[in-house]
T-cell receptor
Framework: SAVISQKPSRDICQRGTSLTIQCQVD?????MFWYRQQPGQSLTLIAT?????????ESGFVIDKFPISRPNLTFSTLTVSNMSPEDSSIYLC?????????????FGPGTRLTVL | DAKTTQPNSMESNEEEPVHLPCNHS???????IHWYRQLPSQGPEYVIH???SNVNNRMASLAIAEDRKSSTLILHRATLRDAAVYYC????????????FGPGTSLSVIP
């Protein structure tokens, strides 16, 4: 199974600043996703990170606020831009390894972001 | 996307079996039924999946109703480590589909 690491594991930021979260996978994967989990809530999908092209965003999420890069098959970044306290959440990276008939998703440990 | 309905919370005694229900009355013929769980302060982890037949693995069993409109995740002997939020999710089997999480069931295990 894929092993996923995220950096930073947690951060405290001032409003109006930006934070870039890194997701590194120990193997090449076909699909990468970014989720947000607000306090006490379930996970919400932000976007699918596409290798070599723009990310595909879910309703309610826009590229200007959450720019995503995926330069290769093992790495992606999510930037939370112009942060406000409402952006305080855990941000999780998730991957799918292959293109078999069924592919489970693997999740990283998350980045806990607090915006003051 | 077809939706699932789960109880908000359940309790179980340690070392007893746990049956976690999920209703998915609008399931389509090409939807897989997945279960993931999220332990405290961790990312979700895959538990089990099925399409039509009951499934067993080392973590759990999945019982799927004959009409596929409901399913039950069975933990055969609950341990304290099984205390988590359990998510029942549907996604298409025809191509890889993203995992969309509902609220899930928060399982408490009583020693």
């Amino acid at each position: 199974s894929a092993v996923i690491s995220q950096k930073p594991s947690r951060d405290i930021c001032q409003r109006g600043t930006s934070l870039t979260i890194q997701c590194q996978v120990d193997s090449q994967v076909t699909m990468m996703f970014w989720y947000r989990q607000q306090p006490g809530q379930s996970l919400t999908l932000i976007a699918t990170a596409n290798q070599g092209s723009e990310a595909t965003y879910e309703s309610g999420f826009v590229i200007d606020k959450f720019p995503i890069s995926r330069p290769n098959l093992t790495f992606s970044t999510l930037t939370v831009s112009n942060m406000s306290p409402e952006d305080s959440s855990i941000y999780l990276c998730s991957v799918v390894e292959g293109l078999r008939t069924y592919n489970e998703q693997f999740f990283g440990p998350g980045t806990r972001l607090t915006v003051l | 996307d077809a939706k699932t309905t789960q109880p908000n919370s359940m309790e179980s005694n340690e070392e007893e079996p746990v049956h976690l229900p999920c209703n998915h009355s609008t399931i389509s013929g090409t939807d897989y039924i997945h279960w993931y769980r999220q332990l405290p302060s961790q990312g979700p982890e895959y538990v089990i999946h099925g399409l039509t037949s009951n499934v067993n693995n080392r973590m759990a069993s999945l019982a799927i109703a004959e009409d596929r409109k409901s399913s039950t995740l069975i933990l055969h002997r609950a341990t304290l480590r099984d205390a988590a939020v359990y998510y029942c999710i549907l996604s298409r089997a025809t191509s890889y589909d993203k995992v969309i999480f509902g609220p899930g069931t928060s399982l408490s295990v009583i020693p």
